[in-house]
């Protein structure tokens, strides 16, 4: 009983053009990738090659989304960066570049477990891949397995032997696991092979980050022998001192932080570490200029404010130290990780402060805030933690480094620029899949052509006629109930268009929603002319309870076409729902005798005899609807339950799961089941069906009767009593003695 739309309708959606859409700037063209693979599926349809177009739009697709996914990540949002890297990995064949993008925006969220998962699954297709193994290593360090790491990473050097990042990359795993021996004989091999001062400033730094500290200075110190300008060597050596000997060299470590200033003088980090230190030596007018330095640059940092703070303090100069100290608590407050070592320092310095300046009271909620912070690190690993310059310099050698997420293929475009492009990108995505869309139409696969239809919709709603092409092509794979929405909003863009109207109407009929369809179809101009949609109209009356109205049509149909046997059907489900069963059987056989096995004919007349009290009857005809339409679960519901009646619960139970399986959501099925259950013996599976039965159809009196049995029969009275009480209720509200 569904009505066809004219394929006019459905090819007439247009393959858009691409190729004119604005073009990133001539200087930086991040999109040059996706516009090459678009051009080239644009001349394979030209020359009729639909395969090949197919294929170089799923390579658009996959650039596009790539392109998206960095642009995301420059303009901090991953989890939109996650999702258009998923989608770059659904895109196409090639997957390497997205799902190693994808793992590592879902490290930088701290999902490392699921990153080595999809990274394992990328390794198993390519066993050769160094890249990808390091970064599987580097999930799995993050995910807490740094065995399973190690691992990895001599497999991959069994591939690369002589590539010296992946040497670097295992031996500072080696120090993870505190093989040290192991670790600087890879890291010397490292120094052969990358001969420059900086490879050993970074080796230095790595035995730095994890406490081996003899080792960090001889590479330090090495990289000066080399060239004693190396940027970062002395600093890293002026932290040493701080972190292995505390106070005791806090000469020598200031000395190698005036030698850095000496190379790079505004570095803001040496100028904070070197005011720190000079603080804690007491040298206060020396750590001005420095700590003046390290606050005025990006991003703040609370312990410069800090450490200024207390220089202030030390030289009486206190409202300078309040507004110093105030500043390093509103940053420490708001940071991700903050020290509480830290905060007790903050909350002490500025309650001297505020003493001194005569405020007591407010310095006394502040001593009482570092009190609570000292407590609070004596109860847990104070006597770890050497001294709070330590604390702050020492790097908590259990994290691990991320590698950044590449974005390079932006050229560094500013954020106006970036937000231009991603526009620009989302808009030519919306065409390649509309353009595969159309390609599917063509095609006559509907289903595959509103998938991707459906992503048009998605990235881009205000897309040309997207919700058009939606509902067409969700219309023509019988998926009529999800065709309703985008067919209601493109007919809010074109009210007058009649076809499109009609189309609607017929998916609301299809999708048993007949009310909507008998109002939508009460005004159309063709109808009195198109009997097909007269019958339309007559059968959405009739579903929605007004079939008095529908009789006039349908005494018109009957005269017209009276050899029509789904006309009689309709007409006798018309009698039959103003209980004049005599007309309502008449027309019904009518529809048999002019065609025997005609759909829903059989079923109305077991329905009828159903009411009648004709079990015997209703049975027969429910069987005969069945054998002509073994897919027609309102038989095969109806039927179980003239079973039901009839005492014969097993095939009932049989009908009503199979009903179920296919309809899950069918809350009477799951009444009737649940009742059977119930009375055979079986209240625990009773009560599951019942309960789903309840949150369907809440206000059935029934369901909630039959449920309080089934906890009765469970023992379980306080939910039993629920249910009666619920049961009463309802009914007094049936019969308009409720609320």
Excluded: C
Excluded at 139 to 152: D, K, N, R, Y
């Amino acid at each position: 009983m569904t009505k066809s739309v004219p394929q006019a309708a459905l090819l007439a959606i247009p393959l858009l053009g691409i190729l004119a859409a604005p073009a990133p700037s001539a200087a930086v063209n991040p999109a040059a990738a996706m516009q090459r693979a678009i051009a080239e599926a644009e001349a394979s349809l030209q020359v009729d090659e639909v395969q090949i177009a197919d294929s170089r739009y799923r390579d658009a697709l996959l650039e596009g989304w790539l392109l998206m996914g960095a642009i995301e990540v420059a303009q901090g949002d991953l989890p939109a960066a996650r999702s258009a890297f998923e989608r770059a990995a659904a895109a196409a064949v090639e997957t390497r570049r997205a799902v190693t993008s994808l793992a590592l925006v879902e490290l930088h969220l701290g999902e490392a477990a699921a990153a080595a998962s999809r990274l394992r699954e990328l390794l198993a297709r390519l066993p050769q891949s160094v890249d990808v193994r390091q970064l599987l290593a580097q999930a799995l360090v993050a995910a807490g397995l740094p065995g399973e790491a190690i691992q990895e990473l001599e497999e991959a050097r069994l591939v690369a032997p002589e590539d010296p990042e992946l040497a670097f990359t295992l031996a500072t795993a080696y120090l993870r696991e505190d093989k040290v021996e192991a670790a600087a004989a890879l890291f010397a091999e490292v120094g052969v092979a990358r001969p420059i001062p900086e490879t050993w400033v970074l080796i230095g730094r790595t035995f730095r980050d994890f406490r081996h500290y003899e080792h960090a200075r001889a590479a330090l110190h090495g990289a000066l022998e080399m060239n004693p300008q190396v940027l970062r060597a002395h600093y890293y050596l002026g932290s040493l001192e701080l972190l292995a000997e505390g106070r005791a060299n806090l000469d020598e470590a200031i000395g190698h932080f005036d030698r850095e200033l000496a190379v790079a003088p505004d570095d803001s980090l040496t100028h904070l570490y070197r005011g720190m230190a000079l603080v804690e030596a007491r040298r206060f007018d020396e750590a001005q200029p420095s700590l003046r330095r390290a606050s005025a640059a990006e991003p703040p940092q609370a312990d410069a404010f800090l450490y200024l703070g207390r220089s202030h303090l030390a030289l009486g100069q206190t409202a300078e130290a309040m507004a110093a100290l105030r500043r390093a608590l509103e940053l420490a407050a708001a940071a991700a990780k903050a020290h509480d070592r830290q905060l007790e320092s903050i909350h002490y310095q500025l309650a001297v402060a505020l003493r001194d300046s005569g405020a007591r009271d407010d310095a006394a909620i502040h001593f009482a805030a570092a009190q609570s912070y000292s407590e609070r690190l004596t109860r847990s690993d104070r006597d770890r933690l050497a001294q709070y310059l330590g604390d702050e310099l020492e790097a908590p050698a259990a994290e691990v480094v991320l590698p950044p997420i590449d974005v390079s293929v932006l050229g560094g475009l500013a954020p106006p620029r970036l937000r231009e492009l991603r526009q620009e990108v989302t808009t030519a995505l919306a065409r390649v899949y509309h353009n595969l869309g159309v390609v599917q139409v063509q095609a006559r696969r509907f289903a595959r052509a509103a998938d991707f239809f459906a992503q048009t919709a998605e990235i881009a709603p205000g897309f040309p006629q997207v919700y058009y092409s939606l509902g067409v092509a969700r219309f023509n794979a019988g998926q009529h109930a999800a065709a309703v929405e985008p067919l209601t909003r493109a007919l809010a863009g074109t009210p007058g268009d009649a076809d499109l109207r009609r189309m609607l109407a017929l998916a609301h009929l299809n999708a048993e929603v007949y009310a909507e369809a008998a109002e939508l179809l009460a005004d159309d101009p063709e109808r009195a002319a198109n009997p097909s949609l007269q019958y339309a109209y007559g059968m959405a009356l009739v579903r929605s309870g007004r079939a008095a109205a529908a009789q006039p049509i349908f005494d018109e149909l009957v005269a017209r076409h009276g050899q029509w046997p789904e006309l009689h059907v309709l007409l006798g489900q018309a009698h039959a729902q103003q209980g004049d069963y005599p007309a309502a059987i008449s027309a019904l056989e009518q529809a048999l005798r002019l065609a025997p096995g005609v759909a829903e004919a059989s079923s109305t007349l077991g329905g009828i005899y159903m009411r009648q009290g004709k079990l015997a009857q209703a049975e027969e005809a429910l069987r005969a609807e069945i054998a002509s339409h073994p897919d027609d679960l309102r038989a095969r519901y109806h039927l179980a339950t003239v079973l039901d009646l009839n005492r014969q619960p097993k095939e009932a139970t049989d009908l009503l799961r199979g009903v179920l399986e296919a309809r899950p959501e069918h809350a009477d099925a799951r009444y009737l089941l649940g009742k059977i259950l119930l009375a055979g013996g079986s209240p625990e599976e009773a009560a599951e069906q019942l309960e789903a039965a309840a949150q369907m159809a809440p206000e059935d009196p029934n369901i909630h009767y039959q449920l309080g049995q089934a906890y009765q029969r469970l023992g379980r009275a306080e939910l039993a009593q629920r249910q009666f009480e619920t049961f009463r209720e309802l009914k007094d509200k049936a019969r308009g003695s409720g609320p």
